[in-house]
């Protein structure tokens, strides 16, 4: 009866928290530990993708996402449901809280020498995102978008450049590189849709 | 119209949402958003699918990291909880159905005690009842056994045509004592009613002896105790003509002339 007991324990202990977005944002402004769960159970692995593609380093990247759940949580006033969705909101505070620590001083001299080109690639082989069928399906469609869009598309959203940033490390005009992040997301849209 | 649709395929709504405007060009975007409402689909869409692009791209962090940084952050008390956020959706599945789970283990155990108990007391009850129905039916044998005697004995009484019936009465060795013999001379059967027996009570050495008297000289017609344990008629040894019954108390098995001094009972034909 025991061990009945403790796998049902186990199978509690796993349970993720998922809440609608209204809910979440009700819990969050109410500062209940259901909220604070939920965000992380909902959006954290989401996040840490694009923390861990901007920084490149798990470390890092594991401190960044703290950064960036801490900073959720404390400046949750500042999120105004009216101006957009709550991911939108994180995802850009996760985004500038990585991008800031790429350009800050201590940063930049400890990582001089480091190849950080490459490793993009070897992040996505290595860590197999263990999260539903769902999502593994959507990331195979996702490739099915066209390179040089998605190129743009990736570099600014996933690699922390601006737009002016993405025209220049690409070789080609500003124009081309709103063009092309217009029509990747045309795409996503179509695909998700 | 077509100034709006320029406006969206000029693909600022996009770079707006990935954050990658100056805060100029922000604040020109939110006045369009006031002015025309139904950019603000546009917008939700374009964040549906970078969200889903996310998504698409996640990455489990470290599991050891979730409870540092749930602990990290500052909750209320655990006490309001509940009454503001009325679904805990999946959460509560799994709690409910684990309460119902151990509420229904809890039911079964006691549901299984008391039948265990329920049955103890009845199998205790079947063991008793076993018990009297044996007493009973040893009783029913009992009183069986004493019919048949009785119907046999009653038998021979109702055939006074067929059968003498003689009374053996006690000798001065035993005053009190009596029994009855039957006697049918044709089927040369002689009886001894057990059921009117009144002899005393015989040890294990000796046995009672009946003799027939035939023409003044005793022939043996075999031994009885008084305890054989039947009320029923007793056959004993035949004999045809006889004009006397008489019974002696004899050394076990029996002797083959009667010890005249032990003589308990006579009686004539």
């Known amino acids: 009866m025991l061990t009945i007991l403790r796998r049902f324990l186990k199978l509690y202990k796993k349970v993720k928290i998922s809440l609608s977005e209204a809910e979440l944002v009700q819990a969050i402004r109410a ?118 869009a998605k190129a743009v598309l990736d570099l600014i959203y996933f690699r922390g450049y601006t737009q002016a940033e993405a025209a220049e490390e690409l070789g080609i005009p500003l124009g081309t590189v709103k063009t092309r992040v217009r029509l990747a997301i045309l795409s996503l849209r179509k695909l998700f849709n | 119209m077509d100034d709006l649709r320029a406006y969206i395929e000029s693909g600022v709504l996009e770079l707006y949402v990935l954050g990658d405007l100056t805060s100029g060009e922000k604040l020109g975007v939110e006045l369009m958003l006031k002015k025309y409402p139904q950019l603000k689909s546009e917008i939700l869409e374009i964040e549906e699918s970078l969200q889903k692009y996310a998504e698409a791209h996640a990455m489990a962090a470290p599991e050891s990291l979730r409870s540092r940084l749930l602990n990290s952050v500052n ?42 108990s329920q049955l103890k007391k009845a199998n205790s009850q079947v063991a008793i009842l076993n018990k009297a129905n044996q007493k009973f039916s040893n009783h029913v044998n009992d009183i069986e056994e004493q019919l048949e005697n009785t119907t046999q004995s009653l038998k021979i009484f109702q055939k006074p045509e067929q059968y003498k019936i003689v009374n053996l009465k006690g000798t001065s060795n035993a005053p009190t004592a009596s029994l009855i013999v039957a006697f049918d001379p044709r ?72 010890t005249m001094d032990q003589m308990m009972a006579i009686g004539n034909i």
């Open chain 1, 31 to 148: 500062r209940q530990r259901v909220g604070s769960e939920a965000l992380y159970d909902m959006y954290s692995a989401s996040l840490f993708g694009v923390i861990v593609r901007i920084v490149q380093k798990q470390e890092l990247a594991e401190d960044l996402l703290q950064d960036t759940f801490l900073k959720i949580w404390n400046s949750f006033d500042s999120y105004d449901e009216k101006k957009g969705r709550l991911f939108t909101w994180m995802v850009n505070l996760a985004r500038n809280l990585s991008i800031d620590k790429l350009r800050s001083k201590d940063f930049r001299n400890n990582t001089r020498n480091r190849d950080i080109e490459n490793s993009v690639i070897s992040i996505d082989e290595q860590r197999s995102i263990a999260l539903n069928p769902e999502v593994l399906g959507m990331k195979e469609m996702v490739n099915k978008l066209r390179p040089e």
């Open chain 2, 75 to 116: 909750v209320s008390d655990a006490t309001n909880e509940t009454l503001i956020v009325p679904v805990h959706k999946n959460l509560s599945f799994y709690k409910y159905s684990f309460a119902a789970s151990v509420a229904l283990l809890l039911l079964s155990l006691i549901a299984i005690i008391n039948l265990h």
């Open chain 2, 187 to 258: 089927k040369a059967e002689v009886m001894v009613d057990m059921g009117s027996l009144e002899l005393p009570v015989n040890d294990g050495k000796h046995q009672y002896q009946l003799w027939a008297i035939v023409e003044g000289k005793p022939v043996d017609l075999g031994v009885f105790d008084t305890r054989t344990g039947t009320a029923g008629m007793v056959k004993m040894k035949s004999v045809k003509k006889a004009q006397a019954f008489a019974v002696t108390l004899e050394p076990a098995g029996g002797s083959s002339s009667p």
